[in-house]
């Protein structure tokens, strides 16, 4: 193109129907003709600006008042005469929303809230919602794509439910616009949505680096776009979409060896044990292909000749069931992934209870990921059908064996376009077009995709929210992150816990930033739960607390200090001005001892404090809600927020 046919026109981000950030100097970016004079016009203001070599420019205006009467930005280029007018601005509270999947899941995927969020709408209009769009480019971009949408029943089901109920609640109390930029991509990792000059201080992200620029720069890798001009809509080859394709059109079948291992009176005595529910790592196998479980069990005199019900709780993936050798229920084909957390609830006919015997089979398909029978407990059970409270439970050990092994999916994929998890990618292409942009702070909810290596995630953490302070111009930007919220099944205590690293790592790396705990919002089955305005609200409450000054403490207990007298413990939290409660006996604090004794530790509630018991005087590290899902934790604020999880070496 050449550069005097550039079209004059704003930055999405200033377009038709944006909120733009109040009583802060506002930074507006366009691009037209290189070395031409720009004016900008927002009531009576008026400022110019000239456009650099490659056309770009930057109209600066005067902080303005926060209002709801809708404004018109007018850009006129000097020379042409040419004008671009951005209709319907607000200015208001304009907030950055990042991360993964349960940051971008949209209303319209939780049914129940968009119901409360139909309602929500007729007291809190003021709201908008800008759906950054999605790219993945190795060579990023200046430019982000998306446009900004009012609030209406047939707009806001692509709003993040996160992001709505945040801006409801922060509109409400404010009584002022609220604006969202919704930057955030599925399943993708910290290492994505982090600086290169991050990566390069920690050595296993240098690796991450140095693997995706060797595969970023392999010409094969680009054959495929030679002669395509299309830009950021097309893909590089992905090994990962290939794989998924092929076991879509040729799911694996084993029908010499598995054709048996549904029959009741097949012996399965030779095949190996697991607890169930677990995901198929728990026991060691981290690969993709397809596993049999197997359980026997008399079934009460009364039931036999019998309908019952059986539940197997949620499959990873896809299963199919089997009771006294006949299929009963299957859920999942081709390579749906959508199913992972359903329940699995399948009617079993009276012809097959008879000899009062069950032998429950399930072959479980997993083609990427991880795959199991992941529970809950509570809903791995037999029972009477329409009688569920004499189930009888299946939770405990089950038989297994491998049908095939396919080979780690994921182990295919490779760094670079098209990959989100590449690493800085993200930042490259959905972070970095917005710098400059006024905004009030960041809300993000992250950390699912690091589980498996949280070593450096507090180091990458302080990074990225010191990046992005830059990026901003405002060394003390708001980044309130969402504690991960519960998840698989629940556990008291776990020091090897990865879902309590990551936790813990976002709170350490948060500084004076608050958190917004979602530990006890979880779903044992579902790594995406519903109850996401509750999550969007403890957010909201964060920031009214830290960006503007609201009294209260923002957020629930977070550990403060303790000292150590004898056979007590007292541990002191802080964010909690009106004391300490627990619900019923406290629970959730546990010692771990240098030769592996574990103790659960009781313990009284005395204003900002905990007084725990001790029964012994070595040295030992203390826990707290400490395991990928510790319900039993119930330590809270007077606020009736949950304490946070942490863990602290107590010496003698």
């Not at 109390?173 to 990792?189: C, D, K, M």
């Not at 009617?347 to 795959?371: C, E, Q």
């Not at 007298?565 to 002191?572: A, I, K, R, S, W």
């Amino acid at each position: 193109m050449f550069t005097e046919q550039i079209p004059l026109t704003l930055s999405p981000q200033f377009r038709d129907h944006a909120v733009l950030q109040r009583e802060c100097p506002l930074a507006i970016r366009g691009r037209t003709a290189p070395y031409r004079i720009v004016h900008g016009t927002i009531g009576t203001i008026t400022v110019a600006a000239r456009s650099d070599e490659n056309g770009r420019f930057t109209l600066r205006f005067p902080p303005q008042p926060g209002s709801a009467e809708p404004q018109t930005l007018t850009v006129k280029e000097m020379r042409s005469g040419k004008t671009v007018t951005a209709e319907n601005l607000l200015f208001g509270e304009v907030w950055l929303a990042g991360g993964q999947s349960n940051m971008e899941l949209p209303l319209r995927e939780v049914p129940e809230r968009l119901a409360e969020a139909q309602v929500l709408l007729k007291s809190t209009p003021k709201i908008r919602m800008l759906n950054v769009g999605k790219c993945a480019e190795t060579s990023g971009r200046d430019e982000i794509t998306g446009l900004w949408s009012c609030p209406a029943p047939e707009t806001i089901g692509n709003w993040s439910a996160v992001g709505f109920f945040f801006a409801a609640k922060l509109s409400a109390e404010l009584n002022i616009p609220v604006g969202i930029i919704s930057s955030n991509w599925g399943a993708t990792n910290l290492e994505a949505w982090s600086t290169r000059a991050s990566l390069l201080q920690f050595p296993e992200t240098v690796k991450m680096l140095t693997e995706y620029d060797e595969a970023a720069s392999r010409p094969e890798v680009w054959e495929t776009l030679i002669n395509d001009n299309s830009g950021a809509k097309s893909r590089a080859f992905d090994p990962v979409s290939a794989r998924l394709k092929e076991l879509e059109q040729n799911p694996p079948v084993d029908k010499i060896r598995a054709k048996d291992w549904a029959r009741p009176d097949f012996d399965d005595s030779a095949w190996k044990t697991a607890e169930l529910p677990g995901l198929w790592k728990s026991f060691g196998f981290r690969s993709n292909g397809v596993l049999w479980f197997r359980r026997t069990i008399e079934l009460p005199a009364g039931w036999r000749g019998r309908a019952l019900t059986l539940e197997i709780g949620a499959a990873d993936k896809h299963d199919i069931t089997y009771f006294n050798g006949t299929e009963v229920g299957r859920t999942g084909t081709g390579v749906d992934s959508d199913v992972y957390a359903f329940i699995r609830s399948y009617p079993v006919p009276a012809s097959l209870t008879a000899n009062g015997k069950a032998v429950i089979a399930v072959r479980n398909y997993s083609f990427i990921y991880d795959g199991g029978l992941h529970g809950p407990s509570s809903r791995m059970r037999l029972y009477p059908a329409g009688e569920p409270e004499k189930a009888v439970s299946l939770a405990g050990l089950w038989k297994y064996e491998i049908e095939c092994d396919i080979g780690n999916t994921l182990a295919l994929r490779t760094y670079g376009r098209g990959n989100p998890r590449s690493p800085s990618i993200l930042f490259e292409n959905m972070i970095r077009p917005l710098a400059g942009l006024s905004l009030r702070g960041v809300i993000f909810y992250q950390g699912e995709s690091n589980t498996g290596l949280p070593t450096d995630y507090e180091g990458l953490m302080k990074n990225l929210i010191a990046d992005w302070r830059n990026l901003f111009e405002n060394p003390r930007l708001p980044v309130i992150q969402v504690l991960l919220a519960g998840y698989h099944e629940p556990s008291p205590f776990d020091p090897s816990s990865e879902w309590a690293r990551i936790r813990f790592a976002q709170l350490r790396a948060a500084g004076e930033n608050l958190c917004a705990n979602a530990l006890d919002l979880g779903e044992s089955a579902n790594i995406h739960p519903a109850r996401k305005r509750e999550v969007g609200e403890r957010l909201a409450a964060a920031a009214l607390a830290q960006a503007y000054g609201r009294s209260g403490d923002g957020c629930g207990p977070v550990f403060s200090h303790c000292k150590r007298n004898g056979n007590m413990l007292e541990v002191t939290f802080s964010h909690c001005s009106n004391g300490l409660r627990a619900e019923g006996e406290l629970r959730g604090f546990h010692a771990l001892y240098a030769d592996g004794k574990r103790e659960m530790l009781t313990g009284t509630v005395s204003g900002r404090a905990v007084h725990l018991n001790l029964t012994s005087t070595k040295p030992f590290t203390l826990y707290y809600a400490w395991s990928d899902n510790p319900q039993e934790a119930n330590l809270r604020g007077a606020n009736g927020l949950p304490a946070a999880p942490f863990r602290m070496e107590i010496r003698k």
